[in-house]
């Protein structure tokens, strides 16, 4: 059975860091890609990085370069999202998800986690 448990989030100020880590199980981690996903209450759910972990290609959306990392551990079978210069606006529920190893778009993701609440205070 496929699947991912997100964890790590929590409450920081402005500024701050957290690490989430979505543990995978009941497949290959290196050969899918994973993606993090964040919807904030009253909006849709956005796709915000993802690693292929088979070639280690990665992505994330304009709002968070620079300030996010995405990062393998295939022998834990654990992809994580270290979060360093948090905003307000990063506030939201992030999920991790899977998707092929080679994603054209967010829409191939799936196997969804239960997600982890971010809370960034200003």
């Not at 402005?14 to 890609?33: I, K, T």
């Not at 959306?61 to 990062?71: A, N, P």
Request: aromatic share 10%; with cysteine; glycine share 14%.
């Amino acid at each position: 059975e496929v699947q991912l448990v997100e964890s790590g989030g929590g409450s920081v100020q402005a500024g701050g860091s957290l690490r989430l880590s979505c543990a995978a199980s009941g497949f290959r981690l290196d050969d899918h890609a994973i993606g993090w996903f964040r919807q904030a209450p009253g909006k849709e759910r956005e796709g915000v990085s993802c690693i292929s972990s088979s070639d280690g290609t990665t992505y994330y959306v304009d709002s968070v370069k620079g300030r996010f990392t995405i990062s393998s551990d295939n022998a834990k079978n654990t992809v994580y999202l270290q979060m360093n210069s948090l905003k307000p606006e990063d506030t939201a529920v992030y999920y991790c998800a899977a998707g092929p190893s080679a994603p054209r778009g967010w829409s191939d993701f799936g196997s969804w986690g239960q997600g982890t609440q971010v809370t960034v205070s200003s």
